[in-house]
């Protein structure tokens, strides 16, 4: 290694985050201060991707005699918020460009707001275009005051503003005298004074699992990076979610066995029990374990063009963990201007909220506010794939703890065999006057002529007891179908052959009906009657109503209608009776033995 190498490796590291509104001047700033520091193209700033990171956030690496540097450029459009979040999650530091004419706008208010939910303490306020404002130190004065104000109320607890001009180069690297009221630091001098973040390495050891290493015949290694903390052989740990106990035997770095392994160093570890790890479990310190729970509170940046929907299903990432999660409770919205806490029913594009999550299974995850890598997480939309959202844990909840499944002994099994018959969810749906309803009452006759034990749930009926609380709105719609799915459940588990008839229009709640019940007990039946047809059957004169605007939230009208995409059976209601399309259904389960236990 040479002397230059070594001097680079002595420095340390501080990475920030420049981003605001619209128009500010963030990339102009950016090059400006590379361009100051006359900075060579061999040593100078690279733009890269690293991974995790949203595909819009630009990385700059770069360094002057005191510092390296690491700065993530991010677009200031709100197309672009999910990636404030993104490169916040790891940045000690936030500059903030603001044009001197317009000041604090919402967009401003809403990534600072991102930056400090993702743990960012401190700013660099940057009051860019003073050129243009004629360098007037009252229009900076104010500015920077309605920003320290604002910055306190979200807990940033240091705000470094600053007059300059990325343009003209004012204050960027070094002062040119056009403001000599301002005696405070450059913006590379409030850089280079800035503190780093807390080092990981300082904070409990943790090893989120990627892969298990079974390449060598004697043992099996648990591969991935260390989140946190300090590993060495003989430490005593413990393997989460399920808390067993054990030692680090050995820890394979890259090129061998090594002694030790700190944050950031991708290891295996060898423990000395032969315990059942997977990807997603987390190894830890055992004196400072994580949390182990199926349910916590967090704080929600909410990224869809479609809305948040609480109780509609996401699949979350924690680390190298992932689940099914719901927003149980959307305690409240924040609004982006005043910080107030509104009350709300669903989240929009770039909306912040505090909400309660609950997830299908147990993970380990700690508080952000303990540690930011393993206290963040992701919702993914479970159809496109495409992230929905990005939030921080907050803390557990007492419940998720409190709550045990309590075990007995005679299971769905038990129950199905005593009824001669194999359980299964029939989820018969389409749009209003679809003849569902027909179709469901006439399916139910001929298996209960047949002997089947079987239950009706028609969304209509549940309407007037278990669900009569609920109007037709999108989020009361989840609600509604969450609900059912629920129950069919339950009765799936006690043996019967359920048979749901509701319009469910979203395919998610759909999937998440499916996810309930065990592989190849969900059947979706989708009476596919065209609109037309619908419209002129009208039997409750609904779609006439609609219509004429005395209903709202109408399937098929005002409401969306998403069309099952691989049913098992579709059903053309406009083509054949009610009795021909119940027969159907019956024989496609009697042809997959869906009915009757074989005698033998």
Known sequence: MDASSEA???????????????????????????????????????????????????????????????????PGGEQHTGNVAMGAASADLAVIPVDARKGILTQTRRHSHIVALMGVRQAVLAVNKMDLAGYAQPVFEAIAEEYE????????????????????????RAGTGAMPWYAGPTLLEALEAADPRRDPVRDPFRL????????????????????????????????????VRTTVARICGPSGDVRSGVAGQAVTLVLADEIDIGQGDVI??????????????????????????????????????SA???????????????????????????????????????????????????????????????????????FPLRRATNVVWQTTRIDRAARAHAKGQVPRLLWITGLPAAGKSTVADRLEQKLHAAGVHTYLLDGDNVRHGLNRDLGFTEQDRVENVRRVAEVAKLMVDAGLVVIVSMI??????????????????????????????????????????????????FTGIDSPYQAPEAPEIVLKGAEEDPDTLADRVVDYLNANRNIAHDAS
């Open 284 to 321: 830890a310190d055992r004196d400072r374990p994580p949390t182990a729970a199926d349910q916590f509170a967090a704080h929600l940046l909410w990224l869809d063009g479609s809305a948040m929907l609480p109780e509609r299903t996401y699949a979350i990432q924690i680390g190298t963990a």
């Open 149 to 172: 104000a604002f910055a306190q109320q979200l807990g940033i607890e240091r705000v470094r503003a600053i007059p300059l001009s990325a343009s003209t180069g004012e204050n960027v």
């Open 208 to 243: 989120p699992v990627e892969r298990v290493d079974l390449s060598e015949p004697d043992s099996r290694g648990s591969a991935g990076t260390i989140a946190s903390g300090r590993i060495e052989c003989g430490k005593a740990v413990s393997v989460f979610p399920s808390g």
């Open 504 to 553: 469910s229009p979203f395919k998610s709640e759909r999937r998440m009906a499916r996810d309930l019940v065990g592989d190849g007990e969900f059947v979706e039946v989708f009476v596919d009657t065209p609109l037309a047809v619908c419209e002129s059957r009208d039997p409750k004169g609904l779609y006439k109503r609609a219509r004429a605007a005395e209903l709202i939230n």
């Open 8 to 74: 680079r490796q002595e420095k340390d590291q501080l990475r920030f985050v420049i981003c605001g509104s619209e128009n500010g001047g963030k990339s102009t700033l950016l090059g400006r201060l590379l361009d100051e520091m006359r900075i060579a193209p061999e040593d100078g700033p690279r733009a890269d991707r690293e991974p995790g990171i949203a595909m819009d956030v630009a990385w700059h690496h770069f360094e002057t005699a005191r510092r390296q540097f690491i700065a993530a450029d991010i």
């Open 324 to 394: 099914t999660a719901q927003v149980t409770d959307l305690v409240h919205r924040v609004d982006a201007d005043t910080l107030k806490h509104l009350a709300a029913k669903k989240l929009e594009a770039n909306e912040i909220g505090y909400c309660k999550f609950a997830l299908d299974r147990r993970l380990a995850f700690d508080p952000y506010s303990e540690n930011r890598r393993t206290g963040a997480f992701v919702l993914i939309d479970k159809y496109t794939g495409a992230r929905a959202g990005a939030g921080v844990i907050h």
